[in-house]
């Protein structure tokens, strides 16, 4: 299998500007969790889904954030307007659904925003 | 709520040595046990995971861990570390009713020559 797959790997943009990071988990998982990790926060989870359901998007920092999951191999987390303080790896997980399933991780996103 | 402490945020270690990183969880429920790594520019893989039964849990690379209920701690261990160790380590718990993991704020792991 291939992995987590996630794209763009590093994403340099300007203030004010729509970042989309896209995700491809691996086939059969049906749990899929984003995360942010940046030196100041360490490694937060910002939302996850079950069934491309949301079920919990309490990480989230702000309206400015959404994610969604149209079908069970692709999820998007966009950005819109971006910050500064955005600037951080986005990480994206794929597991099977269950608390103790080992979640896979892709390669992450570095986000600049400028 | 669950909550994890990682109580050291870097382990410096001569190869071949012995190494310990440290984990205390806090629940008030039942758990399950992760310790992930992540090298440099990559994401997180698992090392190892403790769901039920014996206490000492082996990982891949030789790594070890220990479940100690009564002290809380889930300390990971390995007899002889290599240059290739070097890496950042996460602790991680889950409790039952929910699919996320709550991590520690990480170990990085510096083994010398």
């Known amino acids: 299998d291939a992995g987590v797959i996630q794209s763009p790997r590093h994403e340099v943009t300007e203030m004010g500007q729509e970042v989309t990071l896209r995700c491809k988990p691996i086939?059969?998982?049906?749990?899929l969790f984003w995360y942010r990790q940046t030196m100041m926060r360490g490694l937060e989870l910002l939302i996850y889904f079950n069934n491309n359901v949301p079920i919990d998007d309490s990480g989230m920092p702000e309206d400015r954030f959404s994610a969604k999951m149209p079908n069970a191999s692709f999820s998007t987390l966009k950005i819109q307007p971006s910050e500064p303080r955005d600037s951080a790896v986005y990480f994206c997980?794929?597991?099977?659904?269950?608390?103790?399933?080992?979640?896979?991780f892709g390669p992450g996103t570095r986000l600049l925003v400028l | 709520a669950q909550s994890v402490t990682q109580l050291d945020s870097q382990v410096p270690v001569f190869e071949e040595a012995p190494v310990e990183l440290r984990c205390n969880y806090s629940s008030s429920v039942s758990v399950y046990l992760f310790w992930y790594v992540q090298y440099p520019n990559q994401g997180l893989q698992l090392l190892l995971k403790y769901l039920s039964g014996s206490t000492l849990v082996k990982g891949i690379n030789g790594f070890e861990a220990e479940f100690n209920k009564s002290q809380t701690s889930f300390h990971l261990r390995k007899p002889s570390v290599h240059i290739s160790d070097t890496a950042e380590y996460f602790c991680?718990?889950?409790?039952?009713?929910?699919?996320?993991?709550?991590f520690g704020t990480g170990t990085r792991l510096q083994v010398f020559p």
């Open positions: 997980a794929s597991s099977l659904q269950g608390t103790q399933e080992t979640q896979y």
């Open positions: 991680a718990v889950s409790d039952h009713n929910t699919d996320k993991l709550i």
């Open positions: 086939s059969g998982h049906n749990s």
